[in-house]
Each structure stands twice: as C-alpha cells, then as structure tokens.
C-alpha cells in the first residue's frame, strides 16, 4: 500500500453537515409557525371571553341602577307613612312626650312600664 491510499479521504456519509443546516432551519420555521398559529387562536379566545364579560358588566351595571332607583322609590318617606296609614290603620299621635331614658316610671309588678302621654 502506497502512502497515499493510507491517507485517502474519508467516505462521506448521507446526512452530512450541508444538508443538516437548512433541514433545521425548515424545522425552525414549521415549529415558529406552529407556535405563532397557537398565540394567535388563544389571543382571539381570550378577546372573544373579554368582549363577553364587558356585555355582562354593562347589563348588570344597568340592571343595579335600576335597583337602586326602584329601593329610592319604596323607601320614600312619604310612601312608607302612606302605606303604613292605609295598611295597617297607623296614626301619628297628636301629642306625646318623649321620655328620656334615664327617667324610670313606677313598675308594679306583672304590668308593663306606663308611657306619659299628654
């Protein structure tokens, strides 16, 4: 054997580093697809979810003003005397004392505290 068939060059094999370089760069580029592909449709979901949640707010924000502009209404003073006339036969007394609460009335035993009306 000669020397140079001793150093003879290697057989080079199939997947050699020519074609490695733009097989991972093909792959690079389906996988960054994939990917920007699955942002995207999550993206939509989460504005479609938000587009419905501010519906929501909006209609449950009319449907409290409505509320309270109802209990405003019933819980007029004058509505509550009324009804409180018409109902239940209520009268205001003409004349009352207001007895402060340090004042104790006689109690006789059995009986209910007596109330001073003039």
């Not at 020519?18 to 580029?29: I, N, Q, R, V």
């Not at 942002?39 to 504005?47: A, D, L, Q, Y």
């Not at 006339?85 to 009268?91: I, P, R, S």
Request: positive net charge; contains cysteine.
């Amino acid at each position: 054997m000669s020397r140079r068939q001793e150093h003879a060059p290697a057989a080079r094999s199939p997947v050699s580093r020519g074609t490695l370089l733009p097989l991972f760069l093909a792959l690079a580029c389906v996988g960054s697809g994939v990917t920007v592909v699955q942002i995207k449709h999550g993206s939509r979901n989460f504005t479609t979810r938000l587009d419905t949640l501010r519906r929501q707010r909006d209609h449950l924000q009319v449907e409290w003003a409505q509320l309270r502009l109802e209990q405003a209404t019933l819980d007029r003073h004058g509505r509550v005397q009324q009804l409180a006339e018409k109902q239940f036969d209520m009268v205001e007394p003409k004349d009352y004392v207001i007895v402060p609460e340090r004042a104790t009335l006689p109690v006789t035993p059995g009986k209910a505290p007596a109330v001073v009306l003039q």
